[in-house]
């Protein structure tokens, strides 16, 4: 099974990318997307953005089995960079379509971190109920609280198990 990690966050080199990390070498995947390096720009109704990086990173995506998507907690929600992401998945219901349909029967895990030490657990429902809107499987969400620039060796390692917890949980059918 072929795994990209999606990052989406305003610091390439911050607390997400440091657990984007932790992520890529304990499942040893080398295809990190970092949102940052594309110019997507915002939704709109008349889809004036055709000619920027959106569709070119998509058709990349498709080729991968499983996405794992990973944003920092800005204002109790994630980022404006993986928010402007999905909004984008609009032009793959009305002007991509083909592109769409080729979402349906891919996997996608959520992990987010910040600095509060618990998240609520609404922060996964947009993400959750869009995959089940296109047919994607989701495997569920994860939060990693980093505090002090720096993710201590047993915080790494709860990271790991969580990780592997998240990778192998088979999910419930949508509600």
Request: with cysteine; proline share 5%; net charge neutral.
């Given at each position: 099974m072929s795994v990209a990690i999606v990052s989406g966050s305003s610091r390439s080199d911050g607390n997400t990318r440091k657990l984007v990390n932790v992520i890529s070498s304990h499942l040893d995947i080398n295809n990190i997307y970092d949102l940052s390096d594309y110019t997507i720009g915002y939704f709109d109704y008349d889809f004036q953005n055709q000619h920027d990086d959106f569709i070119r990173l998509i058709k990349e995506l498709l080729t991968f089995d499983e996405l794992i998507i990973v944003s920092p907690v800005y204002w109790y929600t994630i980022s404006g960079q993986l928010k402007t992401f999905f909004d984008r998945f609009t032009d793959l219901i009305n002007l991509h379509k083909d592109l769409g349909r080729q979402l349906r029967g891919k996997k996608l895990s959520f992990i987010s971190c910040g600095y509060d030490k618990k998240m609520h657990k609404s922060l996964d429902t947009p993400i959750r109920l869009t995959?089940?809107?296109?047919?994607?499987?989701?495997?569920?969400?994860?939060?990693?609280?980093?505090?002090?620039?720096?993710?201590?060796?047993?915080?790494?390692?709860?990271?790991?198990?969580?990780?592997?917890?998240?990778?192998?949980?088979?999910?419930?059918?949508y509600l």
């Open positions: 995959c089940g809107y296109l047919g994607i499987e989701y495997k569920g969400h994860f939060y990693s609280s980093i505090r002090n620039e720096e993710i201590s060796e047993a915080g790494e390692q709860k990271i790991k198990k969580s990780i592997d917890k998240l990778m192998q949980v088979i999910p419930l059918p």
